[in-house]
């Protein structure tokens, strides 16, 4: 009976693979997990029970690649991680893309690759083009985002265009990861702030006829309302001036913002696949639905005239109420209403974005979700900080009430769809954000995206002005990408490799920005290299006296050109050919 080590090396040669992997990631994950699979199983079990890993060691000198395999089946197995991890070592140690695999403490398994494989990550790029970074973990599963989100009580400002781009670029990975992904809106048209904005644009209404009305206490005082009201006189002249009802005001303004709305999200690259209302939910019966649900599950019951969640039994901190004792229900109940509406449309993934005041929400909603029958395992929610503006020194505060905000339709007219999508996803969605104005405006690469975006520039010039000199790239299958030996370029191709990476971390953890940050690494390890090859005749990548280095520089541009676009698409950003 062959060993362990014989039955790995015999099932590679058996597998006859060539040297063109799918992706060196995908291929090391592979490997680990058959060696791993092998190992378990002859310890009498029947499969890894984790989920395989595959991290970029932050110390070069630990190797290219590393897995923590062997710490997370530590538990299971009842073994030490190190015995585990040198055991899987030697399984996955034969193999004609691995050079050298080591050990390290407590666990580590770590891998180094050969030249061959730098050769082959570029002609992977070379190959995939558009497609290169795409992953299928998302096969035949469905994903519905919804986001932004933003009562239909006034234009979007500032802070509300984090919420869109963080959601929008959340559905572009889950999308690159294989999903099938729908973009919801759902709108809050119905409660007390709605009768509030009616009463608001009736007072304006009036004011435009030559009639003195005051706002009501809390209205909403920005003069986009002005801007509603005069097209309204227009349209209806004085012939709601006696009208108490304010449910035509209400309406009217409902619409008109919901139309705005849908203006500055596809001013931004968005368009929404659903929008729904909250107003629906409660016409349509939903509301109540949902609530006799919870009843006949004896998951709701009544105290002190109000309808409470045994919320408590669910992890929540306390039972929540449903319905207030006058019979209004309160935001949870519509809200669970609508995800009940969510499930029942049968997605596997549900991902919420919500402002930063939402957190404790959170638990709450879980909880419904689980009285209903429901898995809240599914559920995904994206905790969005505030934005705080910096322009001109000064701090601006985004309150719609108050009419003190700078639209969202002001900055795209004034920084750019791909400064404002770019420059909102920079940190992670739960950090709070401080938008610099001016570093925004600036068009030098102090500029985060024009750092980005002049490194695809510059790749464009280089093809081009190759072709001026008569130079014919001729492609990365045909290079001799053996080569491309420099420590420059080999961290580059590293770099490259880790796209598809980047992309599959991205769309599991809904975490766009590792993305940004990924592409700023990347540029800026290409700037590096195009700056040290003005000064050494040996780091440039056009040399007329040596074709064969020209060529494989030209395939490592290629695939920078290709990688740094393909990322630059998934955040809704564009990638200029000249600048």
Avoid at 138 to 149: C, D, I
Avoid at 228 to 248: H, M, Q, W, Y
Wanted: with cysteine; aromatic share 8%; glycine share 6%.
């Amino acid at each position: 009976m062959p060993s362990l080590i014989e039955e790995s090396a015999e099932n590679i040669s058996k597998q006859k693979k060539s040297l063109f992997y799918m992706d060196i990631n995908q291929h090391i994950e592979s490997l680990v997990h058959d060696a791993a699979q092998r190992y378990v199983r002859a310890l009498g079990r029947e499969e890894v029970p984790t989920p395989i890993t595959i991290e970029i060691p932050k110390n070069k000198d630990y190797g290219d690649f590393a897995t923590p395999v062997a710490m997370l089946l530590a538990r299971a197995l009842r073994k030490s991680p190190m015995e585990i991890a040198k055991a899987i070592s030697e399984l996955v140690a034969a193999d004609p893309m691995i050079a050298s695999v080591n050990v390290a403490p407590p666990g580590f398994i770590n891998f180094t690759v050969t030249s061959n494989a730098h050769g082959e990550i570029l002609r992977h790029i070379s190959n995939e083009q558009a497609h290169y970074g795409h992953c299928d973990i998302g096969h035949g599963k469905r994903a519905l985002v919804e986001f932004v989100s933003a009562n239909p009580t006034g234009p979007l400002h500032i802070g509300h265009a984090r919420n869109a781009v963080v959601g929008d670029t959340i559905a572009r990975c889950l999308q690159t990861a294989g999903y099938a992904v729908t973009r919801e809106y759902y709108f809050n048209d119905a409660g007390v702030q709605m009768k509030k904005l009616g009463e608001s644009l009736r007072a304006r209404y009036l004011q435009q006829l030559g009639v003195e009305a005051a706002l009501p206490p809390d209205g909403y005082q920005g003069e986009y309302l002005v801007e509603i009201a005069r097209p309204l006189v227009s349209e209806i002249g004085d012939s709601r001036k006696n009208e108490t009802d304010v449910s035509f005001f209400t309406n009217y303004a409902t619409e008109k913002t919901l139309r705005s709305i849908d203006e500055d999200m596809k001013s931004l690259g968005i368009a929404f696949d659903e929008w729904v209302r909250e107003s629906a939910m409660h016409h349509e019966g939903k509301v109540r639905e949902t609530l006799d649900e919870l009843k006949a599950r004896n998951k709701a019951y009544q105290h002190d005239g109000a309808w409470w969640l045994r919320s408590s039994e669910y992890g929540d901190e306390k039972d929540r109420v449903l319905v207030k004792r006058d019979g209004e229900p309160t935001y949870l109940a519509p809200d669970l209403a609508y995800h009940k509406f969510k499930y029942e449309r049968r997605y596997d993934i549900l991902v919420n974005t919500f402002g930063g005041d939402h957190h404790g929400y959170v638990p709450r909603l879980a909880a419904g979700i689980e009285a209903l029958g429901y898995p809240s395992s599914a559920l995904r929610c994206v905790i969005i900080q505030m934005v705080t503006l910096l322009k001109d020194g000064e701090r601006t505060k985004l309150s719609t009430r108050s009419g003190e905000f700078i639209t969202l339709k002001s900055m795209i007219n004034e920084l750019g769809r791909d400064v404002v999508r770019f420059f909102f996803l920079m940190r992670s969605a739960d950090s709070h954000l401080v938008f610099d104005w001016e570093l925004a405006k600036d068009t030098s690469m102090n500029n985060p995206v024009y750092y980005v975006q002049y490194a695809h520039a510059r790749f464009c010039s280089i093809f081009k002005k190759g072709a001026e000199l008569g130079i014919q790239y001729q492609g990365a299958e045909r290079a001799n990408l053996a080569l491309l030996e420099t420590a420059e370029e080999k961290e580059i191709i590293m770099l490259l490799a880790q796209l598809p990476q980047v992309i599959r971390k991205s769309a599991e953890a809904v975490e766009p920005h590792h993305l940004t940050l990924y592409l700023r690494q990347l540029a800026g390890a290409f700037h590096q290299y195009f700056t040290i090859g003005t000064k050494k005749s040996e780091y440039r990548v056009l040399v007329p006296d040596n074709q064969e280095l020209t060529q494989a520089r030209l395939a490592l541009i290629e695939c920078l050109r290709i990688t740094i676009a393909n990322g630059l698409s998934i955040l809704g950003v564009s990638a200029p050919e000249r600048m």
